[in-house]
């Protein structure tokens, strides 16, 4: 089974300073791995995927993440905090083929200090 | 195009009520899936359907089912609502197996509220 594991529930970042969302994975195979973005009372929004080939993923919003496979890790950073990255942030693993199922970690709510 | 939409964004009920929910999809796409958001469990998998047919089912008890339509719009419905049923839930629609895509499209949600 697939599961993913995202580290500090909440996380405290200047403006203009680095975010580093941490998530790691576990999985037999290297799988489908995601970020997702919610603002509140929103749905999810897709932030950035890794599914095969480059391991530096660029998304929206200058948002990147970096697939490791020998750490199991998938950090989504950002070079220089804005206001409006305030949100809670979601890492999501997918198997290869088969289902659509995603399987979520426990978010993480980004807080931006003016 | 038109992105996932959902139906109604919030719904009040009380315990031992049914509720339906409703969700159109991306133009194109022939999956959606469901998920229950709680600040308890956060985002939990319910179900998935592709070409109206159950492909997946996550672990939750037979009162929640759901259905697909020949025009992918999907519904779930909850039977004898309970107080923990309280949650926002997701939906969100891809291509679908096999079909090159990897990605699930949300909707904004349906708050319900079980009182």
């Known amino acids: 089974a697939q599961s993913v594991t995202q580290l500090g529930s909440h996380v405290s970042v200047s403006e203009g300073a680095l975010v580093l969302l941490r998530c790691n994975y576990s999985s037999s195979v290297p799988p489908y791995l995601f970020w997702y973005v919610q603002y509140p009372n929103q749905g999810l929004q897709l932030l950035l995927k890794?599914?095969?080939?480059?391991?530096l993923v660029k998304g929206i919003n200058g948002f990147e993440a970096e697939f490791k496979k020998s750490e199991t890790s998938f950090h989504l950073t950002k070079p220089s905090a804005h206001m409006s990255d305030a949100a809670e942030y979601f890492c999501a693993v997918r198997a290869l083929g088969g289902n659509e199922k995603l399987t979520f970690g426990t978010g993480t709510r980004l807080t931006i200090i003016p | 195009k038109a992105g996932v939409t959902q139906t109604p964004r919030y719904l009040i009920k009380t315990r031992g009520q049914q509720v339906t929910l409703s969700c159109s999809p991306i133009s194109g796409h022939r999956s959606v899936s469901w998920y229950q958001q709680t600040p308890g469990q956060g985002l939990q998998f319910l179900f998935e359907?592709?070409?109206?047919?159950?492909?997946n089912k996550g672990n939750f008890p037979g009162r929640f089912s759901g259905r697909q339509f020949s025009n992918s719009r999907s519904e779930m419905n909850v039977s004898t609502l309970e107080l923990g049923d309280s949650a926002l839930y997701l939906c969100a629609s891809s291509l679908g197996p096999s079909q090159g895509s990897e990605t699930q499209y949300f909707g904004p949600g349906t708050r319900l509220l079980v009182l």
């Open positions: 890794y599914t095969t080939g480059a391991t």
């Open positions: 359907y592709f070409s109206e047919t159950q492909r």
